[in-house]
């Protein structure tokens, strides 16, 4: 029969280990076990569902989420509206145990979509997710939130040429100016349509390039450059160009690069004329995005 042993301390006769015989099992009630003054949930992952429109994780209701967890999972549907979602102080009590996983559910399917932004405990953003299925786990040392490398994003976009743009005679412009560039999508909201013409980054990242020049004229001189603005435009680096001597009529030439960047670099993609006496033109449609010029880049990895 059960035996019922009530008490209320228990030191081991020798040593400084209490042994659960193999055979015996030690029952306790949900959340009656406390370890360094964390209580142990029933359960080592928790997975909850957000749908304000911004949650702090530290607020009574959302902290008993995750204490005593392992893992609690975060799912957050953003098809309705950018949610925000504040992480715990990285002090907090329980914050060492537990991993804490942010997960995008759903976002709206507009050309620059809702987002799901993760804050620090100070309310600065450390994260942000672009679309349904990304997301990023987070852990504390007790003084420090730490990413731990287990997330994914889906932060891309691209702009097409929706207007032929002559290119001048021995010259490399940007192949975009205002009007002639159409968002086809967006996720981050990154390009820079009113101003100068290019890709912003938010944030250090590593970053998938391509730059499509399509031509349409017999022996066409254009080729594609892409060019790195730093310090706020204070210095640039050309990252790829590429020379053509004479293309075929309608060929189309990518200039590809994967390469990282700081936060605020800006991404140019400039059409080159090698032509000595003639004008060129990067031939843009109004009507398709895979008819002409376009922009496109997808981040690889946020640092």
Not at 6 to 20: F, N
Not at 131 to 136: A, L, R, Y
Not at 251 to 266: L, N, V
Request: overall charge negative.
């Amino acid at each position: 029969m059960a035996a019922t042993l009530k008490l209320t301390d228990l030191e081991a006769s020798s040593g400084g280990t209490i042994t659960v015989a193999p055979a015996t099992t030690l029952s306790l009630s949900a959340d009656k076990l406390s370890v360094g003054g964390v209580l142990l949930s029933q359960g080592s992952t928790g997975v909850n569902t957000i749908t304000a429109a911004s949650t702090d994780l530290a607020d009574v209701t959302h902290t008993a989420m995750w204490t005593g967890k392992s893992k609690a999972v975060f799912y957050v549907d953003a098809s309705g509206g950018t949610k925000t979602v504040q992480l715990p102080a990285p002090g907090a009590t329980g914050r060492e145990t537990v991993s804490i996983i942010i997960t995008c559910k759903a976002v709206n399917s507009a050309i620059t979509p809702n987002t799901v932004i993760v804050n620090n405990s100070a309310g600065s953003e450390v994260f942000t997710l672009y679309k349904e299925g990304d997301f990023v786990e987070f852990v504390s040392d007790g003084t420090n939130d730490i990413r731990t490398g287990n997330e994914h994003i889906s932060a891309c976009g691209q702009v097409y040429l929706n207007t032929s743009n002559s290119i001048a005679i021995s010259a490399t412009e940007n192949v975009f100016a205002s009007g002639t560039g159409t968002i086809r999508y967006d996720r981050g909201n990154m390009w820079d349509n009113s101003t100068n013409y290019c890709l912003v980054l938010p944030y250090a990242c590593r970053v998938h390039i391509e730059n499509l020049i399509w031509t349409e004229e017999a022996t066409q001189h254009l080729a594609p450059s892409i060019l790195k603005y730093v310090s706020g435009r204070g210095s640039s680096d050309i990252l790829f160009r590429n020379y053509w001597q004479a293309n075929p009529s309608g060929s189309q030439t990518s200039g590809i690069i994967i390469f990282d960047c700081d936060e605020g670099d800006e991404i140019e993609y400039q059409a080159v004329c090698n032509h000595s006496s003639a004008a060129h033109t990067a031939y843009g449609s109004s009507t398709a995005w895979y008819d002409g010029c376009y922009a496109r880049w997808t981040i690889l990895r946020r640092y």
